[in-house]
């Protein structure tokens, strides 16, 4: 005789094995799809390869993907430890970036002054983003996936005007966008800047902040159990807000990295979706903040896939739908990880 | 006064996406299970009836498939979440994402050419012909439907029937609709599929009657303001048609402005309905702390239900 029972607590292990046979199910999902728009999956395979790890072109583009990938991962996931979705990092990232570039293209400050004060306006304005949906969620219960959401709009529209009009740049004409801002992220090769490195100790220092210390215990804690926190003495409200609140100020020091490091404009599409992509980032990574490396790794390679995929005419959109699926299968086979069948004697 | 009434028509034509997407979201809430999806299923919907419409010529057969993908692609959803006990919200966040993305690269070809086929308006005999108020009655079906027979047949069937009462009782206590014997997944799984055939038909809505061509990106959001529409109307059918007309106008001030010439830029009267949105979730909850009991979720919405765990 053999029952199936759903284990509360899942082994890694069970975990790994499902994500990996997840991963190979969106891959073959994908390589049919191509091969159904007569696509040659050989040729497809090989320049992604090339273009992505074969050329330096591409790999400074991949460590280029990496950086905001880990700061608005590195968002989602601290969200998460306090059981909060936090589906707005798009509209912080634009925040940030929007913030940080005013700095950069309105106070006459030499680039050392500049480079700091564009990082506190940055994570200040993602903080502030967040700030509503936050309260919101703490004190009044009101969804914070919706509203974090919702802010995402907001956040589009605010740049595109702002680019499209007192912004807008009127020396080279460029479209949708300001004019170059001269404070510029130094770099370390290429055009590699010193955001990856900084993405890496903030992941990093969030890591030893959550598991080493009392703030993070209570937030986490918060997260899983708030009856539990509630009668152990912790305000879960404040620390539900503060878990929002930094996690905004994360995803708007990315969006501060991207502009002054990356793009060196405030541009329309400068968010590129890296809110969204961070969902799957810190789902990637589970309860481990240093997992949000190779998470954010992956996601970028899946990032210079869907460029390769727009040369060869497909729609730039179709990384969204492998992301969409990508979580689909996650949430389902950790679902299925669960289940183990039990031996009863009978 | 023209503009008033065209202000009204307006919200009358936008608040029918809502109304419809709303809808089947609150037939699936009621019944426990959250579709966070709706967003993508619109999209889905909104390229397919351009796909089927222009293969057809027929706006019936757009409709159809509308419906069926909408179907279909909650289907999936429902299997995962309610027969694979998956994260809900993990679910429904995945199935929008990709809903955009899908929709995008299958409407590659077709976006922004017109469509073949839609929608006209089906006037009513004499009340169409009344001064003043006679274009409202001069409305496209989907109108009709999202603001007339809809909500009103939800309502009855689900406070005046058993059906209902089943439905209710498993989104509110799963265990104990077990224990009288109703089968709680498959009513979970029936309201996730038609919730999703609403939103599929929410997304032809907006593509053969609203604004006849697809465009990448035209939802715009209007999935995750019905979702937060069914929140502020309490779960309830005929206040979600209502609250939808009020979203609706929200949306058309935007419209107004611009038409009116407000010396608002275009970018910052877009920014309304989301803004909007956010206040209606906010604000009733500030100020009304004694209604969450009347506007309370049902019980188990969002967790999935284990029979050993009974």
């Not at chain 1, 506190?120 to 919706?146: D, F, H, T």
């Not at chain 2, 038909?201 to 465009?215: E, I, K, N």
Request: aromatic share 8%; glycine share 12%.
């Amino acid at each position: 005789m053999s029952r199936r029972i759903r284990l509360s607590v899942v082994p890694a292990r069970r975990i790994f094995i499902g994500r990996a046979l997840a991963l190979g199910f969106v891959f073959l999902v994908l390589a049919l799809v191509l091969m159904l728009l007569g696509l040659n999956l050989g040729t497809v395979a090989t320049l992604v390869v090339t273009s992505t790890f074969g050329t330096e072109f591409g790999l400074e583009n991949l460590a280029l993907y990496m950086t905001p990938l880990l700061m608005t991962g590195a968002a989602v996931w601290l969200a998460l430890r306090a059981g909060l979705w936090n589906i707005g990092a798009e509209g912080q990232f634009l925040a940030g970036a929007t913030a940080a570039s005013a700095v950069g293209l309105f106070l006459p400050f030499p680039a050392f002054v500049t480079l700091p004060l564009a990082a506190m306006a940055g994570m200040i304005a993602g903080a502030c983003w967040s700030a509503v949906p936050a309260a919101g969620r703490a004190w009044l219960g009101v969804s914070e996936i919706i509203t974090t959401l919702l802010l995402n709009f907001i956040a589009s529209y605010l740049v595109y005007y702002l680019v499209t009009g007192p912004w807008a740049d009127r020396v080279t004409g460029a479209q949708v966008s300001s004019e170059r801002i001269h404070a510029a992220i130094p770099t370390i090769y290429g055009v590699v800047h010193w955001g990856g490195p900084l993405a890496l100790a903030v992941v990093t220092a969030l890591g030893l902040l959550l598991g080493r210390s009392r703030f993070g215990y209570e937030l986490t804690l918060s997260g899983s159990n708030p009856e539990a926190a509630h009668y152990a003495g912790v305000s879960v409200a404040p620390r539900l807000f503060m878990a929002l609140v930094f996690s905004g100020a994360l995803a708007g020091l990315g969006g501060m990295m991207e502009a002054l490091g990356t793009v060196h404009r405030l541009q329309g599409g400068l968010a590129h979706g890296y809110g969204y992509l961070g969902i799957v980032v810190a789902l990637l990574a589970r309860q481990s903040a240093l997992a949000l490396i190779p998470a954010a790794f992956l996601m970028a390679v899946i990032l210079n896939m869907g460029i390769v995929l727009q040369t060869l005419q497909v729609s730039a959109s179709s990384v969204l739908a492998i992301t969409g699926l990508l979580v689909f299968a996650i949430a389902v086979s950790d679902e299925l990880a669960a289940y183990v069948r039990l031996e009863t004697q009978k | 006064m023209t503009l008033w009434i065209s202000l009204i028509l307006h919200a009358l034509a936008y608040g029918s996406i809502l109304a419809l997407a709303a809808q089947g979201e609150v037939l699936a809430e009621r019944a426990g299970v959250i579709n966070l999806g709706v967003e993508g299923l619109m999209a889905l919907g909104a390229v397919t009836a351009v796909l089927a419409a222009d293969a057809s010529v027929s706006p019936w057969l757009g409709c159809l498939a509308a419906v069926a993908v909408g179907a279909g692609g909650a289907l999936v959803l429902g299997l995962a979440t309610v027969n694979g006990s998956a994260n809900q919200t993990l679910c429904g966040v995945a199935l929008t994402f990709l809903g955009l993305g899908l929709s995008a690269v299958i409407g590659h070809n077709v976006a922004g050419l017109p469509v073949a086929a839609g929608f006209s308006s089906w006037p009513i005999p004499v009340l169409s012909h009344l001064p003043l108020v006679g274009p409202l009655f001069d409305q496209s079906p989907f109108v009709y439907l999202a603001f007339g027979l809809l909500p009103l047949l939800c309502h009855i069937v689900l406070f005046r029937t058993r059906l209902g009462l089943s439905l209710r009782a498993v989104g509110e206590n799963p265990g104990a609709a077990d224990a009288v014997g109703i089968p709680v997944r498959r009513f979970r799984l029936g309201a996730v599929v038609i919730g999703g055939a609403l939103a599929g038909l929410a997304g032809a809505d907006m593509t053969l009657s609203v604004m006849p061509v697809w465009s990448e990106g035209m939802i715009a959001g209007r999935g995750w303001i019905a979702v937060a529409l069914v929140i502020f109307c309490g779960y309830r059918p005929v206040l979600a048609a209502a609250s939808s007309l009020l979203f609706g106008l929200v949306m058309s001030l935007s419209f107004f402005g611009q038409a009116q010439g407000w010396p608002v830029p275009p970018a910052i009267l877009n920014m309304t309905p989301y803004l909007g949105t956010i206040l209606f979730m906010i604000v009733p909850a500030m100020l009304l702390p004694g209604m969450r009991r009347f506007m309370a979720a049902p019980a188990a919405l969002g967790t999935p239900y284990f029979r050993e765990e009974r």
